[in-house]
Protein backbone atom coordinates (compact mmCIF):
# COMPACT_ATOMS: atom_id res chain seq x y z
CA UNK A 1 0.00 0.00 0.00
CA UNK A 2 3.01 2.20 0.64
CA UNK A 3 4.20 1.91 -2.15
CA UNK A 4 1.62 2.17 -4.52
CA UNK A 5 1.12 5.62 -2.26
CA UNK A 6 4.34 6.55 -3.87
CA UNK A 7 4.33 5.82 -7.42
CA UNK A 8 0.57 8.07 -6.84
CA UNK A 9 2.83 10.90 -5.53
CA UNK A 10 5.38 10.50 -8.13
CA UNK A 11 2.78 10.46 -10.98
CA UNK A 12 0.78 13.61 -9.52
CA UNK A 13 3.85 15.87 -8.54
CA UNK A 14 5.00 14.53 -12.61
CA UNK A 15 2.38 16.00 -13.93
CA UNK A 16 1.84 18.93 -11.95
CA UNK A 17 5.50 19.45 -13.07
CA UNK A 18 4.84 18.51 -16.65
CA UNK A 19 2.00 21.20 -16.76
CA UNK A 20 4.48 23.79 -15.31
CA UNK A 21 6.91 23.27 -17.83
CA UNK A 22 4.38 23.42 -20.79
CA UNK A 23 2.93 26.83 -19.26
CA UNK A 24 6.50 28.16 -19.05
CA UNK A 25 7.11 26.65 -22.42
CA UNK A 26 3.75 28.49 -24.15
CA UNK A 27 5.14 32.15 -22.36
CA UNK A 28 8.46 31.73 -23.42
CA UNK A 29 7.21 31.44 -27.49
CA UNK A 30 4.24 33.58 -27.27
CA UNK A 31 6.98 36.34 -25.91
CA UNK A 32 9.47 35.50 -28.53
CA UNK A 33 6.79 35.69 -31.02
CA UNK A 34 5.62 39.04 -29.73
CA UNK A 35 9.31 40.01 -30.19
CA UNK A 36 9.48 38.72 -32.91
CA UNK A 37 6.58 40.96 -34.40
CA UNK A 38 7.35 43.94 -33.11
CA UNK A 39 10.66 43.74 -34.78
CA UNK A 40 9.22 43.30 -38.10
CA UNK A 41 7.15 46.09 -37.43
CA UNK A 42 10.29 48.07 -36.81
CA UNK A 43 12.05 46.60 -39.87
CA UNK A 44 9.05 47.60 -42.11
CA UNK A 45 8.85 51.52 -40.82
CA UNK A 46 12.47 51.46 -42.05
CA UNK A 47 11.54 50.63 -45.33
CA UNK A 48 8.81 52.56 -45.73
CA UNK A 49 10.83 55.58 -44.03
CA UNK A 50 13.98 54.59 -46.32
CA UNK A 51 11.70 55.00 -49.15
CA UNK A 52 10.37 58.03 -48.16
CA UNK A 53 13.71 59.16 -47.29
CA UNK A 54 15.25 57.79 -51.44
CA UNK A 55 12.32 59.67 -52.88
CA UNK A 56 13.29 62.63 -51.14
CA UNK A 57 16.50 62.60 -53.35
CA UNK A 58 14.48 61.94 -56.53
CA UNK A 59 11.85 64.08 -57.26
CA UNK A 60 9.86 67.16 -55.22
CA UNK A 61 9.13 66.04 -51.38
CA UNK A 62 6.01 64.78 -51.07
CA UNK A 63 3.65 66.58 -47.69
CA UNK A 64 2.49 62.95 -45.98
CA UNK A 65 0.39 63.45 -42.88
CA UNK A 66 1.09 61.91 -39.63
CA UNK A 67 -0.51 59.02 -40.41
CA UNK A 68 1.34 55.61 -39.82
CA UNK A 69 1.57 54.13 -42.84
CA UNK A 70 0.74 50.33 -43.65
CA UNK A 71 2.96 47.29 -44.92
CA UNK A 72 1.84 47.10 -48.07
CA UNK A 73 5.09 47.73 -49.98
CA UNK A 74 3.41 47.32 -53.59
CA UNK A 75 0.64 50.25 -52.98
CA UNK A 76 3.06 52.35 -51.71
CA UNK A 77 5.83 52.25 -54.66
CA UNK A 78 2.28 52.89 -56.71
CA UNK A 79 2.29 56.37 -54.48
CA UNK A 80 6.10 57.08 -54.49
CA UNK A 81 6.42 56.88 -58.22
CA UNK A 82 2.65 59.27 -58.65
CA UNK A 83 3.86 61.32 -56.48
CA UNK A 84 0.77 60.93 -53.98
CA UNK A 85 0.87 60.86 -50.05
CA UNK A 86 -1.34 58.00 -49.74
CA UNK A 87 -3.77 55.70 -51.75
CA UNK A 88 -6.99 53.93 -50.12
CA UNK A 89 -8.76 51.63 -52.03
CA UNK A 90 -12.16 50.49 -50.80
CA UNK A 91 -15.55 48.74 -51.68
CA UNK A 92 -18.50 50.53 -52.11
CA UNK A 93 -19.24 49.89 -48.63
CA UNK A 94 -16.76 51.98 -47.25
CA UNK A 95 -14.30 48.94 -45.92
CA UNK A 96 -11.21 49.27 -46.81
CA UNK A 97 -9.54 46.60 -49.00
CA UNK A 98 -5.81 48.29 -49.45
CA UNK A 99 -4.28 51.64 -48.73
CA UNK A 100 -0.91 52.82 -47.91
CA UNK A 101 -1.81 54.04 -44.43
CA UNK A 102 -2.83 51.67 -41.76
CA UNK A 103 -5.86 52.35 -39.65
CA UNK A 104 -7.57 53.57 -42.88
CA UNK A 105 -11.18 52.84 -41.92
CA UNK A 106 -12.26 55.98 -41.54
CA UNK A 107 -10.99 57.42 -44.31
CA UNK A 108 -12.60 54.54 -46.43
CA UNK A 109 -15.87 55.12 -44.59
CA UNK A 110 -16.21 58.98 -45.16
CA UNK A 111 -14.87 59.41 -48.54
CA UNK A 112 -16.75 56.89 -50.35
CA UNK A 113 -19.79 58.05 -48.47
CA UNK A 114 -19.18 61.66 -49.71
CA UNK A 115 -18.63 60.02 -53.32
CA UNK A 116 -21.49 58.07 -53.10
CA UNK A 117 -23.98 61.35 -51.63
CA UNK A 118 -22.38 63.35 -54.67
CA UNK A 119 -23.13 60.94 -57.26
CA UNK A 120 -26.56 60.68 -56.02
CA UNK A 121 -27.00 64.14 -55.88
CA UNK A 122 -25.66 65.58 -59.26
CA UNK A 123 -27.10 64.28 -62.80
CA UNK A 124 -24.12 64.42 -64.55
CA UNK A 125 -22.81 61.37 -62.47
CA UNK A 126 -19.20 61.91 -61.82
CA UNK A 127 -16.76 59.24 -62.40
CA UNK A 128 -14.35 61.47 -59.68
CA UNK A 129 -14.40 64.14 -56.81
CA UNK A 130 -11.93 66.31 -55.95
CA UNK A 131 -11.45 68.27 -52.60
CA UNK A 132 -9.36 70.70 -52.36
CA UNK A 133 -8.39 71.48 -48.30
CA UNK A 134 -5.11 74.63 -47.83
CA UNK A 135 -2.65 72.50 -48.80
CA UNK A 136 -3.68 69.20 -49.86
CA UNK A 137 -6.24 67.77 -52.33
CA UNK A 138 -8.40 64.81 -51.85
CA UNK A 139 -9.10 62.47 -54.96
CA UNK A 140 -12.02 60.25 -55.26
CA UNK A 141 -11.94 58.07 -58.20
CA UNK A 142 -14.85 55.57 -59.24
CA UNK A 143 -12.68 52.11 -60.36
CA UNK A 144 -14.23 48.93 -61.58
CA UNK A 145 -12.33 44.97 -61.22
CA UNK A 146 -13.90 42.51 -62.35
CA UNK A 147 -17.27 43.63 -61.82
CA UNK A 148 -16.48 44.90 -58.58
CA UNK A 149 -17.00 48.55 -58.23
CA UNK A 150 -14.33 50.50 -55.91
CA UNK A 151 -13.45 53.91 -54.90
CA UNK A 152 -9.08 54.75 -54.83
CA UNK A 153 -9.16 57.53 -52.51
CA UNK A 154 -5.64 59.60 -52.97
CA UNK A 155 -4.08 62.45 -51.13
CA UNK A 156 -1.81 64.41 -52.92
CA UNK A 157 -0.39 68.35 -52.51
CA UNK A 158 -1.50 69.07 -56.57
CA UNK A 159 -4.34 68.43 -58.88
CA UNK A 160 -4.45 65.67 -60.29
CA UNK A 161 -4.47 66.06 -64.59
CA UNK A 162 -6.05 63.35 -66.94
CA UNK A 163 -2.58 62.16 -67.94
CA UNK A 164 -1.44 61.19 -64.64
CA UNK A 165 -5.18 59.83 -63.16
CA UNK A 166 -4.62 57.76 -65.63
CA UNK A 167 -1.28 56.41 -65.17
CA UNK A 168 -1.85 56.05 -61.59
CA UNK A 169 -5.50 54.04 -62.28
CA UNK A 170 -3.59 51.47 -64.75
CA UNK A 171 -0.57 51.33 -61.41
CA UNK A 172 -3.56 50.58 -59.24
CA UNK A 173 -5.15 48.02 -61.47
CA UNK A 174 -1.97 46.19 -61.43
CA UNK A 175 -1.85 46.56 -57.61
CA UNK A 176 -5.35 44.96 -57.49
CA UNK A 177 -4.58 41.76 -59.37
CA UNK A 178 -3.01 40.42 -56.33
CA UNK A 179 -6.08 41.69 -53.89
CA UNK A 180 -9.39 40.51 -56.29
CA UNK A 181 -8.48 37.28 -57.59
CA UNK A 182 -10.32 37.21 -60.98
Given at each position: MDLIFLIFLFIIFFLIGLVFVMLGWYIY???KEKK????????EDEIVNSLLE???????SINISDEKLSDKFDLIEVALENDVGS??????EGLPIIST????????AKYSALFQRTHKLLKDKPKRVS???????????SI??????LYVIVRSNFELDPVNEKKLIKDILKVLEDYIPN
Open positions: ITERLLEKEKLLKKYTTEITITSEIRDAEEVSIKFEDYYIHILSKDDVN
